[in-house]
């Protein structure tokens, strides 16, 4: 590749080094998602301003985007001492050591940037244990099935006389019991041979889903009609991984159900006229307010300030979708917010809650509109309990100015402080 091809792979890498998000990036430089994931895979030239301002935001010169000087590598090493500040790296002489000793300094900053992608690997396999269900059943099975062989062997083992019935029969369930270990035990190496490569390496399953909706804006035209074609449109999306392409199939059919009780040109014209309230918009399609929340975040985004943003959680409190905007991140690691609406509905089923939010102090405060319900998800009965999903809709000051002035309550996400 020449110099210039390069580009779009520098930005990528200098962007993962600082620890920036695309989707965080690209509204800073003022474009799409999409549009800047294709010139991180040299889809698209890019220079003059542009390149100028995603240089800026990277805290980089842009020459080291467009040329791959030296600089490529003081970044890097910069990158490296900002990670680990407690080494007190001799910062003043980093150019005299890259300039004296630039094969070492390439190795320390390739295996810096190495421990950083495998400390988020390891972050992402610690989730995909958690929320993968294909995996964590097959865990289960291998567990409960080395539990029931312990148990036989133990009984066996007992020195006291037993009649020859019963040593047959135990004998019997230890043999049918190892043969279902190895069947359990195959499958699951099957399955994390075929699907770890696949998947895991950039996420969780529902981390892989997410990223294809981030780069559609979660708005797929495929899907607003009535005869979408789901199998043939999860695997024309690329989608990789059985658990992956499961999640894909089940989102898709919701999208499909969602936009057929709701379709798109009237839905649009309803959601301005009822300033965005899913609570009205439910009424005026006859349908679920947990249906018009995720159906207002797949409305055509017009400009970045008025993405509207969701979270979905299951009963755990587990994050199973998140579509972050600016000024309102959705960490999935330990980074969220007891006291979000989410959260709040979460504890009380059926019961909607509405807040007024405000990110960050200062000149950088952002303003937002939150909506949150929890309900059940799977017909009630007496024998199991309800299956709960909480939703919720995170609506910026831009789209609803006139009812963010006439909150009365204000809550704080980012400080423990409530003003009534």
């Not at 965080?24 to 040299?42: D, F, K, M, T």
């Not at 390891?122 to 099935?145: C, F, K, M, N, Q």
């Not at 190895?182 to 075929?194: G, I, K, M």
């Not at 299956?387 to 995170?394: K, V, Y």
Request: net charge negative; aromatic share 6%.
């Amino acid at each position: 590749m020449t110099s210039h091809q390069l580009t779009g792979h520098r930005i990528r890498d200098r962007r993962v080094a600082v620890g920036r998000r695309q989707g965080e990036l690209a509204r800073q430089v003022g474009i799409s998602p999409s549009y800047l994931n294709l010139i991180e895979h040299n889809r698209r030239r890019i220079g003059g301003k542009l390149l100028m301002d995603i240089a800026r935001a990277l805290a980089v010169d842009a020459s080291a985007l467009s040329e791959g000087t030296e600089a490529t590598l003081l970044a890097r090493l910069l990158s490296a001492a900002a990670s680990q500040m407690a080494s007190a790296a001799e910062i003043d002489q980093i150019e005299g050591f890259a300039a004296r000793f630039p094969g070492w300094a390439a190795l320390l900053a390739s295996q810096t940037q190495r421990v950083s992608a495998l400390e988020r690997q390891v972050e992402a396999l610690t989730d995909r244990l958690a929320h993968d269900p294909i995996l964590s059943g097959a865990l289960h099975e291998v567990l409960s099935t080395v539990t029931a062989i312990r148990s036989t062997a133990a009984i066996l083992a007992d020195p006291q006389d037993m009649e020859q019935a019963w040593r047959t029969r135990f004998q019997r369930n230890l043999y049918e019991d190892s043969v279902r270990l190895a069947e359990s035990s195959q499958a699951l190496v099957t399955y994390l041979d075929r699907d770890e490569a696949a998947s895991s390496l950039a996420g969780t399953p529902i981390d892989v889903l997410e990223a294809y909706l981030r780069e559609h804006s979660f708005h797929l035209p495929a899907l607003e009609v009535g005869d979408a074609d789901i199998p043939n449109l999860v695997i024309a999306a690329g989608i990789e991984g059985d658990a992956a392409q499961e999640a894909a199939r089940q989102y898709f059919t919701r999208y499909v159900q969602d936009a057929a009780a709701m379709p798109l040109g009237a839905f649009q014209q309803e959601a301005i006229r009822a300033q965005y309230d899913p609570a009205k918009l439910a009424r005026a399609f006859s349908t679920s307010i947990p249906a018009t929340m995720r159906r207002l975040v797949t409305l055509p985004v017009e400009t970045e300030n008025a993405a509207i943003g969701l979270a979905i959680c299951d009963g755990t409190g587990a994050l199973v979708l998140r579509h972050a905007i600016g000024g309102f991140p959705l960490p999935r690691f330990g980074g969220a917010y007891p006291e979000w609406p989410l959260y709040q509905a979460l504890s009380r089923p059926n019961l909607p809650v509405r807040r007024h939010i405000q990110q960050g102090q200062g000149s950088s405060a952002r303003q937002f509109l939150v909506y949150a319900i929890c309900q059940s998800v799977a017909p009630l009965s007496f024998d199991v309990p309800p299956q709960l999903e909480a939703t919720m809709l995170i609506l910026p000051a831009a789209l609803v100015p006139d009812i963010i002035g006439a909150t009365p309550d204000l809550f704080l996400s980012n400080t423990p402080v409530t003003r009534i």
